[in-house]
């Protein structure tokens, strides 16, 4: 019934590639056994190899270091990196340095240059967000209920619900594990997670829970939570049609009974902001869901 914002958080202390032995350890700082450790390494890179956004450094000659970031995900990422440890170098930006990434190709992002020879050394962290805080939801637009056509399910917790949604918009469709979950809006499907049969009353089961986000052409993101193990119809870069059906619903996560989670959400500064949502039911378009009550999906 609830769910957790994708957020990478991690600090690393600076090291880079080199091409030169003495230069590595002058400039990071090292000894050589951490330096011989990373030889084998064809790029120092910041970022985990599975991180949505690879950030890394090259010298620039001068002994400064120019920056890159480059998103191999689907979605854009917020990204913010500071410096624990700036020794005699200086950034061409103010710090900590922000910026949104979308994914493509690596982009240039700011460079660190020596105030005086002599060694230099750092150490930088980092953080990545999915989503663009610039883009909003377009609350205007109708969704279709995420299930299928002429079917009907209860909503059992609404917006602001009093169990796991305070202060959210999001909706609980009471539902048999097993049910077809249909997008509720054109979309690509930016993440999936479908490997957990796990689920329990309390918070703890939270990160257990089955999942698919997926990207809207407003910049705003859909999320269809609780479903059941390897209950994805979907992958990642799939593009869905309203409608569609996607998965299959469960009872994984912080969960105390079959049901579908559903929540819009847009970015904010190094967050999600649920947002209102207005649906197509066979009774017409209703603004505010009511709990307990029974809704029909009429897709079209
Ligand atoms: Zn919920």
Known sequence: MHNSTPVVFIYTTGVFLSFALKDLIKS??????????????????????????????????????QYYAQNVDLAPYQLEINFGELNNLKSSVSLPYYTVVYPGEPIALFSLQPVSSG??????????????????????FIYSLPFEHQQSYTMVQGANGEYTHQGKHAWDFVMDEGTKVCASRNGLVVSVKE???????????????????????DGSYADYV???????????????????VIGYSGNTGWSTRPHLHFQVYQAVKFGIQTVPVKFRTASGIVVNLEEQQKYQAIHR
């Not at 490997?195 to 052409?217: K, T, V, Y």
């Open 119 to 140: 060694s230099t050394s750092f150490k930088s962290g980092y953080r990545l967000t999915m989503g663009d805080p610039e883009t909003l939801a377009d609350q205007e």
């Open 195 to 217: 490997d957990s049969n796990q689920g329990g009353p309390d918070i703890s089961f939270m990160e257990h829970a089955n999942r698919i986000s997926i990207l809207h052409e």
């Open 28 to 65: 990071a700082n090292m000894k050589l056994s951490t330096v011989l450790a990373l030889m084998s390494l064809p790029l120092v890179i910041m970022a985990q190899s599975h991180d949505p956004v690879k950030i890394y450094q090259e010298p620039t000659g001068d002994g400064g270091f």
């Open 226 to 244: 609780h479903l059941v193990r390897d209950g994805a119809l979907v992958e990642p870069g799939d593009q869905v049609l309203a409608g569609q």
